[in-house]
T-cell receptor, first 112, second 114 residues
């Protein structure tokens, strides 16, 4: 079974600085997708960024980018120019067919 | 925002009683999912559906059943609620499965079993 590990339960960053959230996963599959979801205090799950395993190029979405290392099974999220609205729980997720597995989450606090 | 409505949003129930949570979508997406969220575990898949009357078990399906008689509705039933089922439950939908398309989530239902 696939597993997803987020080793940082909590992190904090100063406004306007850069922070990196770590995620590792374990799978024997070769074709899969990886996701980062954000969950603000409202509890709504919001997709931040998606990476296809067969693409070597790292995905980027505005201030959000990933460092995807397939051989190392690592998928970290970098948030540049952190904003107060980035304060949330961040979940890394692995998807293969209909089985989407989530990590335990990292609680990120952006400080003014 | 994707049209997903979960009901109820909050519920307190007693141990041993049956409970049904409802997920309603207006997007006509084929796939629907039920997850539970617990501290330290992230979200874990309970059951999913890939069409009307087509369902399958997820990672933590024991004690839960589901039904999907219409494309737009996916029901999750706790047959006899236990305190270990106290959790936040999320419904999600996706057009072609979570493999390559985004899953859209509902607002969640906070269930407390006393």
């Amino acid at each position: 079974a696939q597993t997803v590990t987020q080793s940082q339960p909590e992190m904090s960053v100063q406004e306007a600085e850069t922070v990196t959230l770590s995620c590792t996963y374990d799978t024997s599959e070769n074709n899969y997708y990886l996701f980062w979801y954000k969950q603000p205090p409202s509890r709504q799950m919001i997709l931040v960024i998606r990476q296809e395993a067969y693409k070597q190029q790292n995905a980027t979405e505005n201030r959000f980018s990933v460092n995807f290392q397939k051989a190392a099974k690592s998928f970290s999220l970098k948030i540049s120019d952190s904003q107060l609205g980035d304060t949330a729980m961040y979940f890394c997720a692995f998807s293969n067919y209909n089985d989407m597995r989530f990590g335990a989450g990292t609680r990120l606090t952006v400080k003014p | 925002d994707a049209g997903i409505t979960q009901s109820p949003r909050h519920k307190v129930t007693e141990t041993g009683t049956p409970v049904t949570l409802r997920c309603h979508q207006t997007e006509n997406h084929r796939y629907m999912y039920w997850y539970r969220q617990d501290p330290g575990h992230g979200l874990r898949l309970i059951h999913y559906s890939y069409g009307v009357k087509d369902t399958d078990k997820g990672e933590v399906s024991d004690g839960y059943s589901v039904s999907r008689s219409k494309t737009e509705d996916f029901l999750l039933t706790l047959e006899s609620a236990t305190s270990s089922q106290t959790s936040v439950y999320f419904c999600a939908i996706s057009e072609t499965g979570t493999m390559n398309t985004e899953a859209f989530f509902g607002q969640g239902t906070r269930l407390t079993v006393v």
